[in-house]
């Protein structure tokens, strides 16, 4: 992101915000300045080697090795054979919700009105408006470290300032009370982020693990559980032998 606005931006003169005769200025925000994920860097690198004849293994993002299934991929083709392809509602088709909901229902025991499930065009879509329904500027947010880099980013460019705590196979790669406390003690903490499965540790949070870090408190601080947010990214592909836990399963107003 922050090569981008560097990459498109025209040198100021005096006074700020003017540009020079002639040609036009764009001036990039403060809250571009965020780190690039270096992924993407990998990967563009990989891409120009492989443009120029090079053979590439591809290793650099972590996504599902197997095809689409097959079901998927004939709904897909009939929507576009049958012109089924304009825009949806702002929240997702109301079918694609309430057959979440059914989800949650039959796997975790929640039973969640369908009004309140979103569908965005992938996980860091949903991040943006988690963070932004949740949290306000200068709020900060405890995350594990090491946990998925671009959670640092986005917050970073709302704002926000991620707090990574270290996590150990002492605690399973989970962030644990005691640390989160340590930090809110440091200065106050405005809620944390939950991945199960973890990235890229592979951790689950243990229903018992879940419930200890949403009761994080000492008679010094307040409770530091006023914002959770839990990420479930590959859950049923990779994981499917492991009994996973919701947060919606023991409080359905999470």
Not at 40 to 49: E, H, N, T
């Amino acid at each position: 992101m922050r090569d981008s606005a560097k990459r498109f931006a025209v040198p100021h003169p005096t006074p700020p915000g003017l540009a020079e005769p002639g040609r036009v200025g764009v001036r990039a925000s403060a809250r571009s300045d965020v780190p690039a994920f270096m992924v993407m860097d990998v990967v563009a690198a990989a891409a120009r080697l492989e443009a120029a004849g090079r053979r590439i293994i591809h290793m650099e993002i972590g996504q599902p090795g197997a095809a689409a299934p097959a079901s998927a991929v004939a709904a897909a083709q009939a929507a576009v054979a049958t012109g089924r392809i304009s825009y949806t509602p702002a929240l997702g088709n109301a079918s694609l919700r309430r057959r979440i909901a059914r989800h949650y229902a039959e796997r975790y025991g929640a039973e969640i009105d369908h009004e309140r499930i979103v569908i965005t065009t992938g996980s860091s879509a949903g991040f943006m408006l988690a963070f932004l329904s949740m949290f306000e500027h200068g709020d900060r947010i405890a995350i594990a470290s090491p946990s998925y880099p671009p959670y640092r980013n986005v917050l970073a460019a709302l704002g926000c300032e991620a707090v990574p705590i270290e996590v150990t196979a002492a605690t399973r790669f989970a962030l644990a009370p005691a640390a989160l406390l340590a930090a809110h003690g440091e200065r106050p903490l405005r809620g944390m982020l939950v991945a199960s499965p973890a990235n890229p540790s592979g951790t689950m949070m243990t229903a018992d693990a879940l419930r200890k870090a949403r009761g994080s408190r000492s008679s010094r601080t307040r409770s530091i559980t006023a914002s959770i947010m839990r990420s479930r990214r590959r859950r049923r592909s990779t994981f499917a032998q492991t009994r996973s836990s919701s947060t919606l399963s023991r409080n359905t107003s999470a």
